[in-house]
C-alpha cells in the first residue's frame, strides 16, 4: 500500500484498508454471473477501525480515500485491479510515462496536475470516470490517451500543458459537466 502512495503511520486514530476483490471468485457463490468482458479485481478505500502498532506498516490517509501514483510501478501494483472506488491523483513527483493499465473505472475524481518530469499518460482502457478530469500544468507532458473513455461523471479540465499534443479521447460520448480544453493538440 505504500506503493500507492498512501502515507505511513505507525498508530492512527483512522486508518484506510485497500482491498482487491476477486469478482470472479465473489460472485458466483452469491449466485450472480460475471458476462461480458470478465471482470478482475476492484480497489475499495474505506476508513476502518484502528490497527495498533506491532512493528508492522499501517497506511493513512486522512479524510479521503485517494490513491496517489508516483511511478509506473505504482501504476503496475494496481494492474490486477479494474475498478477503483475512490479519487485517483498522479503525483507531482511523476516522471517518464504512466501507464494505468486494464483500469477501466474510476469511482472519483482523476487528477494529474503540477508533474513538471510527467511525459505522458496513458489509460486506454478506462472506460468510466464518475468525478472530474484534471490535467493541469504538467510542463513536459507530450501525450495523454484515454482512448477508451466513454462517460464522464463531472468537469474535463485540459490547461497549462504547454507542450501537450496528442489528447486522445476516442470513445468520450457522455460528460456531465463543463468542458475546458486550452493547448495546442495536434490531435
Known amino acids: 500500500m505504500a506503493a500507492l502512495g498512501l502515507p505511513r503511520v505507525d498508530q492512527a486514530e483512522s486508518n484506510i484498508e485497500l482491498i482487491c476483490l476477486q469478482a470472479n471468485e465473489i460472485l458466483p457463490t452469491l449466485g450472480h454471473r460475471v458476462g461480458g468482458r470478465p471482470r478482475r479485481r476492484a480497489v475499495y478505500v474505506y476508513p476502518s477501525r484502528p490497527i495498533p502498532s506491532s512493528g508492522s506498516q499501517t497506511t493513512h490517509s486522512p479524510g479521503s480515500g485517494q490513491i496517489s501514483?508516483?511511478?509506473?510501478?505504482?501504476?503496475?501494483?494496481?494492474?490486477?485491479?479494474?475498478?477503483?472506488?475512490?479519487?485517483?491523483?498522479?503525483?507531482?513527483?511523476?516522471?517518464?510515462?504512466?501507464?494505468?493499465?486494464?483500469?477501466?473505472?474510476?469511482?472519483?475524481?482523476?487528477?494529474?496536475?503540477?508533474?513538471?518530469?510527467l511525459n505522458a499518460l496513458r489509460a486506454n482502457d478506462l472506460e468510466s470516470v464518475s468525478g472530474p478530469i484534471t490535467i493541469k500544468d504538467n510542463t513536459n507532458l507530450n501525450d495523454v490517451s484515454m482512448s477508451g473513455l466513454s462517460n464522464l461523471g463531472?468537469?474535463?479540465?485540459?490547461?497549462?500543458?504547454?507542450?501537450?499534443?496528442?489528447?486522445?479521447?476516442?470513445?468520450?460520448?457522455?460528460?456531465?459537466?463543463?468542458?475546458?480544453?486550452?493547448?495546442?493538440f495536434d490531435q
Open 69 to 117: 501514483i508516483a511511478s509506473q510501478s505504482d501504476a503496475d501494483a494496481l494492474s490486477d485491479c479494474d475498478t477503483i472506488k475512490g479519487d485517483l491523483t498522479v503525483s507531482s513527483d511523476a516522471t517518464g510515462t504512466i501507464d494505468l493499465k486494464d483500469l477501466e473505472e474510476v469511482r472519483g475524481s482523476l487528477t494529474v496536475q503540477g508533474a513538471s518530469n
Open 154 to 184: 463531472g468537469d474535463l479540465r485540459v490547461e497549462g500543458n504547454n507542450n501537450l499534443k496528442n489528447f486522445a479521447l476516442n470513445d468520450l460520448e457522455n460528460v456531465n459537466g463543463a468542458i475546458t480544453l486550452n493547448g495546442a
